[in-house]
Nanobody, 115 residues
Framework: QVQLVESGGGLVQAGGSLRLSCVVS????????MGWYRQAPGKQRELVAG???????NYADSVKGRFTISRDNAEKTVYLQMNSLKPEDTAVYYC?????????WGRGTQVTVSS
């Protein structure tokens, strides 16, 4: 059974940094695209950053220049380095993985940025 487990969320002051990690477990040989999404209270879930198996990344305009997505294929892990955090980055952050053309989600990790 495939499981995605996020970690690294927490409370940070504006201007601070956090690094999120997501480990994929289960009997899988390879993972296609991976990504981070977020959902703030009262808002729809949105894509924050995505990365292909080959390492090509894309970002939401709101996080470009501040967030960096990376992955370790051997460790089946995807990371999100978040710098210069703003209060509007406050949300639950979810990891997503495309495995054999099926979408899998983690349970999310809370990120709260205080002003």
């Amino acid at each position: 059974q495939v499981q995605l487990v996020e970690s690294g969320g927490g409370l940070v002051q504006a201007g601070g940094s956090l690094r999120l990690s997501c480990v994929v477990s289960g009997s899988i040989f390879s993972i296609n695209d991976m990504g981070w999404y977020r959902q703030a209270p009262g808002k729809q879930r949105e894509l924050v950053a995505g990365i292909t198996r080959g390492g090509r990344a894309n970002y939401a305009d709101s996080v470009k220049g501040r967030f960096t997505i990376s992955r370790d294929n051997a460790e089946k892990t995807v990371y999100l380095q978040m710098n210069s955090l703003k209060p509007e980055d406050t949300a639950v952050y979810y990891c997503n993985a495309d495995i054999f053309n099926a979408n899998y989600w983690g349970r999310g990790t809370q990120v709260t940025v205080s002003s």
